[in-house]
């Protein structure tokens, strides 16, 4: 039996202690973030947003199957919330233009009530015209015929879930847009995670009901932090561990009513998509700390734009040859541009490299900063690193490069606290 198949399967149950447990996890998580975005300035934390929001519309279609092109994405993004997109623009398809129409809708204009003409709207969004011809489905309507989510070869089919009869619909989704937009149900991750499961239970288009589920979510965090802001990626965490995010949605969906282990999968995914965007906030603090501390030298706008796509977190060692092709120069030129950094005290060679040097962006201050109690420690299958600065305690997650960089003797545990921590100075 199915889970719409019970008496008022709408009133949903479960364990008031532990969900409430978990929920003050993600708040406190939530603050801590907050209190972060706090230290840098309105445009930076819309480049955090638009890095976000890249990575949420990126990992929801990849959760359906669907690969897009993070350069296109980020161009889209950027192009929309008004901010330089650092690295190599490519063009945007109108599937990318489409999803990230949806989600920026959702998040941006979350105080507005969400209607059935919003819904269809956002569908014909995930499915434009352009592409019709390559769709067998209903765009822009609900499902007007049975749906069912099966997996295995012909003949061996498994059905996972098979979702109302398509008359039930209307009425269904009414019940659930009401509810949704009912404000005396304060807006709260909690909210965000019945709705999530609660919209897919009912499955009321033929195609695209995932993301639809994890952009209704996003609204709802949005409403909730009061902010068209976005630091962190749920989708981005569901893709994760997208094996349990379908094992736990079926097995709820074939239970009693008690949703207690949805809620508490959830808000756990919720938990580590927040402490995950320590990387994303971590790299904006860490750019700007870097441009204040080097500010009054003078770099050409070349060396500026290939030092922001390092600082961004770009995935490989500023080498010559990679500078020489991130800028389109030739190697002669790649090398007197990071020579001339070297020689302004803005870059150094990575230590023990004889060839194919890599460069590190200098961090440190000349007079120094007295951080105490520097460690690496691993937490949850995460790798920090921590520092105490005045008396409090603050952490970060080290990238797999810095990792990399440590374990090869490239760079020392005090030369990464000050990258990652000179900002609580200097901002």
Same mark, same amino acid.
């Given at each position: 039996?199915?889970?719409?198949?019970?008496?008022?399967?709408?009133?949903?149950?479960?364990?008031?202690?532990?969900?409430?447990?978990?929920?003050?996890?993600?708040?406190?998580?939530?603050?801590?973030?907050?209190?972060?975005?706090?230290?840098?300035?309105?445009?930076?934390?819309?480049?955090?947003?638009?890095?976000?929001?890249?990575?949420?519309?990126?990992?929801?279609?990849?959760?359906?199957?669907?690969?897009?092109?993070?350069?296109?994405?980020?161009?889209?993004?950027?192009?929309?919330?008004?901010?330089?997109?650092?690295?190599?623009?490519?063009?945007?398809?109108?599937?990318?233009?489409?999803?990230?129409?949806?989600?920026?809708?959702?998040?941006?204009?979350?105080?507005?009530?969400?209607?059935?003409?919003?819904?269809?709207?956002?569908?014909?969004?995930?499915?434009?015209?352009?592409?019709?011809?390559?769709?067998?489905?209903?765009?822009?309507?609900?499902?007007?015929?049975?749906?069912?989510?099966?997996?295995?070869?012909?003949?061996?089919?498994?059905?996972?879930?098979?979702?109302?009869?398509?008359?039930?619909?209307?009425?269904?989704?009414?019940?659930?847009?009401?509810?949704?937009?009912?404000?005396?149900?304060?807006?709260?991750?909690?909210?965000?995670?019945?709705?999530?499961?609660?919209?897919?239970?009912?499955?009321?288009?033929?195609? =695209? $009901? +995932?993301?639809?589920?994890?952009? %209704?979510?996003?609204? /709802?965090? !949005?409403?909730?932090?009061?902010? #068209?802001?976005?630091?962190?990626?749920?989708?981005?965490?569901?893709?994760?561990?997208?094996?349990?995010?379908?094992?736990?949605?079926?097995?709820?969906?074939? =239970? $009693? +009513?008690?949703?207690?282990?949805? %809620?508490?999968?959830? /808000?756990? !995914?919720?938990?580590?998509?927040? #402490?995950?965007?320590?990387?994303?906030?971590?790299?904006?603090?860490?750019?700007?700390?870097?441009?204040?501390?080097?500010?009054?030298?003078?770099?050409?706008?070349?060396?500026?734009?290939?030092?922001?796509?390092?600082?961004?977190?770009?995935?490989?060692?500023?080498?010559?040859?990679?500078?020489?092709?991130?800028?389109?120069?030739?190697?002669?030129?790649?090398?007197?541009?990071?020579?001339?950094?070297?020689?302004?005290?803005?870059?150094?060679?990575?230590?023990?490299?004889?060839?194919?040097?890599?460069?590190?962006?200098?961090?440190?201050?000349?007079?120094?900063?007295?951080?105490?109690?520097?460690?690496?420690?691993?937490?949850?299958?995460?790798?920090?690193?921590?520092?105490?600065?005045?008396?409090?305690?603050?952490?970060?997650?080290?990238?797999?490069?810095?990792?990399?960089?440590?374990?090869?003797?490239?760079?020392?545990?005090?030369?990464?606290?000050?990258?990652?921590?000179?900002?609580?100075?200097?901002?």
């Amino acid at each position: 039996m199915f889970i719409h198949e019970l008496d008022n399967w709408t009133n949903f149950v479960w364990n008031k202690t532990k969900v409430s447990d978990k929920l003050l996890e993600v708040t406190q998580a939530l603050g801590y973030m907050h209190g972060r975005l706090s230290m840098i300035g309105f445009d930076e934390q819309l480049k955090a947003t638009a890095e976000s929001i890249t990575a949420e519309v990126v990992s929801t279609s990849q959760i359906e199957g669907i690969t897009l092109k993070t350069n296109s994405v980020r161009s889209s993004v950027a192009r929309r919330l008004g901010v330089p997109a650092e690295g190599v623009s490519e063009s945007i398809s109108h599937d990318v233009e489409g999803i990230v129409s949806v989600e920026l809708d959702a998040t941006h204009n979350y105080k507005m009530p969400l209607t059935q003409e919003r819904l269809f709207g956002w569908h014909n969004d995930l499915f434009p015209v352009e592409r019709r011809s390559h769709y067998t489905i209903d765009v822009g309507q609900y499902r007007t015929h049975g749906m069912q989510v099966i997996s295995g070869n012909f003949g061996r089919e498994r059905v996972h879930y098979q979702a109302p009869a398509p008359e039930r619909v209307p009425q269904e989704m009414a019940q659930f847009l009401a509810w949704y937009n009912d404000d005396s149900i304060a807006a709260s991750p909690l909210k965000a995670a019945v709705a999530h499961f609660w919209f897919v239970c009912i499955h009321p288009f033929d195609d =695209g $009901n +995932g993301r639809l589920a994890r952009a %209704l979510s996003d609204s /709802l965090l !949005a409403r909730y932090e009061n902010s #068209r802001l976005r630091y962190y990626s749920m989708s981005h965490q569901i893709l994760a561990d997208r094996d349990n995010y379908y094992r736990e949605l079926e097995r709820t969906q074939r =239970g $009693n +009513g008690d949703i207690t282990e949805w %809620l508490l999968w959830f /808000l756990s !995914a919720l938990l580590k998509a927040v #402490r995950t965007s320590d990387a994303i906030i971590g790299n904006v603090l860490q750019k700007t700390y870097f441009w204040q501390l080097h500010a009054g030298k003078a770099c050409t706008e070349r060396q500026k734009t290939i030092m922001n796509i390092y600082l961004s977190g770009y995935d490989g060692k500023l080498t010559t040859k990679n500078w020489a092709k991130l800028a389109e120069f030739t190697l002669d030129t790649a090398n007197r541009d990071i020579t001339d950094l070297v020689h302004k005290g803005m870059l150094r060679a990575a230590q023990g490299a004889v060839r194919n040097v890599a460069y590190l962006p200098c961090f440190e201050q000349d007079d120094g900063i007295p951080f105490e109690n520097i460690h690496q420690f691993v937490e949850g299958g995460q790798t920090f690193i921590g520092i105490t600065y005045k008396g409090i305690d603050y952490r970060e997650q080290l990238t797999e490069g810095d990792l990399q960089s440590l374990s090869q003797n490239e760079r020392s545990l005090r030369d990464l606290a000050y990258k990652y921590f000179a900002y609580l100075v200097i901002l």
